[in-house]
């Protein structure tokens, strides 16, 4: 069972949220807080496995709450759920410890499938951010590596470094289904085996490899 924290200030948010994730067979509303500060003060009384959290809240914001959450209680995981995709936002986020990145308007089997896999170690970044986020790792990079010699990448396909472009450049399988001309589920394969080949177990992963090496430029 997965134990899960909301953080929001506005009540029907939390309120949906709640009834929705109710009837989720392994996840489980341990509480509701209304600010960071209360956030942090539940994660220690509740011992959730997942806070999903606002950002922009009275007394104390999301931000500064993920990181007082993540230094105390390092095995609970963060999930931001919000309506803000500035830069700002996000990069003071991933950064502060925060698992994954999602926006209110996500599907709700979307925000389920998050949380499952936010717990099993993977990193869920909403397609509408994604770009920002691959921009600013590969600008704190350190020099890619030369073309010249054997890299990681050497064992990919032509059509995996398309879609591994892609990925990067923040689409979804959907997204990269149609604008190769394949299916979606062919796309899971090639994915699949691009997660393989790369050593890699999420797409924020892959796209930093993409980007280290010039494939999200290609």
């Not at 109710?22 to 600010?35: F, L, Q």
């Not at 009275?58 to 390092?74: D, F, S, W, Y």
């Not at 030369?146 to 059509?159: N, Q, V």
Request: aromatic residues 4%; charged residues 20%; negative net charge.
């Amino acid at each position: 069972m997965i134990r899960v924290l909301i953080c929001d200030d506005q009540n029907i948010v939390s309120t949906g949220l709640n009834a929705i994730l109710s009837t989720v067979p392994d996840i489980e509303v341990v509480g509701i807080a209304d600010d960071g500060a209360e956030a942090v003060e539940k994660v220690a009384a509740l011992n959730p496995d997942l806070v999903l959290m606002d950002l922009k809240m009275p007394v104390m914001n999301g931000i500064q709450a993920t990181r007082l959450i993540r230094e105390k209680h390092p095995s609970v995981k963060v999930l931001i759920l919000t309506t803000y995709d500035d830069d700002a936002w996000l990069f003071d986020a991933i950064h502060g410890g925060a698992s994954g990145y999602l926006l209110k308007d996500t599907p709700r089997e979307h925000l389920i499938t998050a949380i499952r896999e936010t717990i099993a170690g993977k990193t869920h970044i909403d397609p509408a951010v994604a770009g920002k986020l691959f921009q600013h790792i590969n600008r704190s990079q350190s020099p890619r590596p030369p073309a010249a010699g054997s890299t990681i990448t050497d064992t990919l396909t032509e059509r995996e470094r398309e879609v591994l472009r892609l990925l990067a450049q923040g689409l979804t399988n959907n997204a990269i289904a149609a604008k190769l001309f394949l299916s979606e589920g062919t796309v899971r394969n090639y994915v699949s085996n691009i997660f393989t080949k790369l050593g890699v177990s999420d797409r924020t992963q892959a796209a930093v490899i993409a980007l280290r090496y010039g494939i999200a430029d290609d």
